[in-house]
């Protein structure tokens, strides 16, 4: 019982630092003349060779063995430029153009997105709970983007666009590395492909120039690197060794509850009840998915968190 309560505490924490980096980026993009591509730069090279440093040093494990195979290799270079630059880039480009809140709810459309490819592969219809899922998510998201009024966007279409494709790039970053994180440690294959997903941005990280650098911004990229880049990603990894991936998976829906709740707060964004709807019904299809094997292990999560 107290391990799963250590568990579930550090799913939560980092899903926190998840959603809180969001907010951070959106502070950036709004008030200072940070690019979401240089922010992106920065962010995977930065803490990719982070990782690999703390793996290399502090694990004292080597860093090179997933080199030495073709097809880990291949892997490697597929889920860096497919899945974690797109994943990237998408989520902060959402940002850019709409807000921390909706960019982050609709990346978890991310879900929906993996229920559509493993159905197009086994060439059979999804499950029953997987098609209320995507009927519910698609309500949502239309809610969401419309404000309950059919006839326009309440965002704009490049913010929509950006985010669905933030969901897109979240299934692919989560399909592509499974085989390679079987044989190698995650922070390895995690360390690997940021610092590879950073290589297109270089040019800009090297080049663009800020009119203004202070403390603001030193502490917002400091916190979007350290606490939700590398410890958010720890957190989620250390989680995983006291409560199963799939009640982690339902306790990420703080992310987006935190991006809402601080971009309310600090950047003053209202959100209508219709917009709330929508997003509760996005974040509802996390807990559908994992319901029908796991609702018993969810019930004990609520006892232990009443205690």
Known sequence: MKNSSVGIWLAIIGSLFWGAAGTAAQFLFQNYNVSPQWLVGMRLLTSGFLLLAFVLFVKKEPI????RHKDSVMLLLAFAFLGMLPSQFTYFMAIKYGNAATATILQFTGPLFIIIFIALRQLKLPRRIDCISIIIAMIGTILLVTKGH???????????????LAGLSQASYTLIPKNLLSKFSSLI????????????????????????????????????????T??????????????????????????????????????????????????????????????????????????????
């Open 64 to 67: 090179l063995n997933i080199w």
């Open 150 to 164: 059919l006839n326009a966007l309440s965002l704009a279409p490049i913010a929509v666009f950006w985010g669905l």
């Open 189 to 228: 294959v995690v360390g690997w492909a940021m610092l590879l997903g950073s290589i297109p941005f270089i040019p800009i990280v090297s080049t663009h120039q800020l009119t203004v650098f202070n403390w603001k911004i030193a502490l917002s990229l400091a916190f979007i690197i350290i606490f939700g």
């Open 230 to 307: 590398i410890l958010s990603y720890l957190f989620y990894l250390l989680s995983l060794k006291f409560i199963e991936p799939a009640i982690t998976g339902v306790l990420s829906a703080f992310e987006p509850l935190t991006a809402t709740v601080l971009s309310v707060i600090l950047l003053h964004l209202h959100l209508s009840f219709i917009e709330i709807v929508g997003a509760f019904l996005i974040i509802l299809t996390a807990f559908l998915q994992v319901w029908p094997t796991q609702k018993f292990k969810i019930q004990k999560i609520l006892k232990i968190a009443k205690k």
